[in-house]
């Protein structure tokens, strides 16, 4: 018999101290992602942060929910962002992941999205017929240095036992690599002569109005209140011991080596233009949200603004999909190689809107900007 537990909100208090569920042989959520829940600005005290799924009284898959804000045809609406779904493999042809997403998508009344899954979940999700396409996302993977240690075993396992090896091959390369991008780097900071930068902890007046004069369209309306929240309540948090932890109790993101956010305001002639927000997660930096007012003497200067730091921080690969930076990117001799990116999205139907060309999906949107 298949049995769904629901956590709301109000019940993370209670939970925090459920020992049943904290001593299972693996995890539905860590502690740290309830305490995020718990403070979500957007998450009212019924809202539904998991569900965990019974057999016959054995805890064997959970779904977790990303309370937001989103903005479509003029109007402000809920929605509920799939952040988690896991299934224990013995499960197979039982139905539980199945009853699931049914029983989220009651709970919810529809008003589901996914920011991003894989081919198998989407043909699950598709096969469901409560969703529709939102947006398929052109991005770009901007590579500075070379990473054969990741890229090789992750292309072909059986190449596992050569990592050794495969780092030695990587310093050698980002010896030569390293002298191309300090001459490069000079390059950069002459076209940033009249930039300079505010790093924040939270988004003060003059970011709120960038944001405010540059989100038109944006599916979600980020506020201070939501990026003050985001950096205070992290869903990864650094972990240098991390091969003493049990991060693998847990099927998603839990302990990384590090794991940063910044916040950056961009001022030039000492008018503040621009708001950047970056994930830098290990040697990948990640470009969540941009804000700018388009045009390509802005998108150059945010793109060399983030070249720059990518640079300063020993990064190996960058991922964007703003428009303007991508431009830039595709144009720029910095980096070692370029890989096309495709993000997809989808929503619910019960939204009641097909066409989604007039609708602006930032990386961060959705659970993106977390892990």
């Not at 042989?25 to 502690?31: E, R, Y």
């Not at 390369?173 to 991008?181: D, Q, W, Y």
């Amino acid at each position: 018999m298949i049995r769904i537990e629901e956590i709301r909100k109000k019940d993370i208090p209670t939970f925090f101290n459920d020992s049943f569920f904290w001593n299972q042989s693996f995890l539905a959520i860590t502690k740290h992602r309830l305490h995020a829940h718990l403070h979500n600005p957007n998450c009212d005290n019924n809202d539904i942060v998991l569900l965990l799924a019974f057999l016959n009284e054995e805890l064997v898959g959970y779904m977790g929910l990303f309370t937001d804000i989103i903005q479509l045809e003029g109007k402000s609406d809920k929605i509920g962002w799939l952040s988690t779904w896991w299934v224990h493999p013995k499960t197979k042809g039982t139905g539980v992941g199945r009853k699931i997403l049914e029983t989220m998508y009651e709970l919810n009344n529809g008003k589901i999205g996914i920011s991003q899954f894989t081919e198998s979940a989407r043909r699950v999700y598709d096969k469901s017929g409560y969703f529709v396409s939102l947006k398929e996302s052109n991005g770009i993977k901007a590579v500075l240095r070379s990473n054969l240690v990741f890229v090789i075993p992750t292309l072909y396992p059986k190449t596992t036992s050569l990592k050794s090896v495969l780092l030695n091959v990587d310093r050698l390369i980002n010896v030569f690599v390293n002298l191309k991008l300090a001459l490069q780097k000079r390059s950069v900071q002459k076209k940033l002569r009249n930039i300079s930068l505010e790093y924040l902890s939270i988004p003060d007046a003059e970011v709120s109005n960038i944001i405010a004069s540059n989100n038109s369209g944006h599916i979600s309306n980020k506020t201070s209140d939501f990026f003050e929240w985001l950096k205070k309540c992290p869903w990864v948090l650094e972990a240098p011991l991390l091969q003493y932890t049990e991060k693998n109790k847990y099927a998603f993101s839990m302990y990384d080596n590090s794991f940063s956010y910044y916040y950056i305001k961009i001022i030039k002639n000492q008018v503040p233009i621009a708001f950047v927000v970056l994930q830098v997660r290990n040697s990948t930096l990640k470009v969540l949200f941009a804000y700018y007012a388009k045009s390509t003497e802005n998108a150059q200067m945010v793109s060399d603004v983030i070249k720059l730091h990518a640079i300063t921080q020993n990064i190996r690969e960058v991922i964007c999909y703003d428009e303007g930076v991508v431009g830039q990117f595709k144009e720029s001799n910095l980096f070692l190689y370029r890989r096309k990116k495709i993000k997809s999205s989808i929503i619910s139907k019960v939204y009641k809107k097909t066409d989604f060309d007039d609708v602006v999906m930032n990386f961060g949107d959705g659970d993106c900007c977390f892990a």
